[in-house]
């Protein structure tokens, strides 16, 4: 790392959009969970960290975005895969899971 700091960049409206936009699945946490009681596979305890993280990635992304875009781009893309592991780790039957 450098002693010299980065200069701050305006962050355009539509990078606070998509930042905003990409935290917004967490919305459905509450089904989320109804959901995972219905798998009945120790999802619980993934899904107890779910909002925590998405909280936390995007503060990280709304601060990094006038630094550094480009980590603020790779955390959206995370948050997204994030929101997408935690819907199939969900939807999918605790049987094909958890082979016995």
Known sequence: MSIIE???RP????TRA???????PVVAYPWMLAAARQ??????TWLWFYPVYV???AICEWRSASRR???TWILIVLMLLTHA???I?????AETIVRQ
Do not use: H, K, N, Y
């Open 69 to 71: 875009p480009e980590v």
């Open 11 to 14: 962050v355009s409206w539509w």
């Open 39 to 44: 798998a009945d596979a120790g999802v619980d």
């Open 85 to 87: 592991a935690m819907w």
């Open 55 to 57: 909280m936390f990635a």
């Open 6 to 8: 980065t200069p701050l």
């Open 89 to 93: 780790l969900v939807r999918t039957p």
């Open 18 to 24: 998509a930042i905003v936009l990409a935290a917004l």
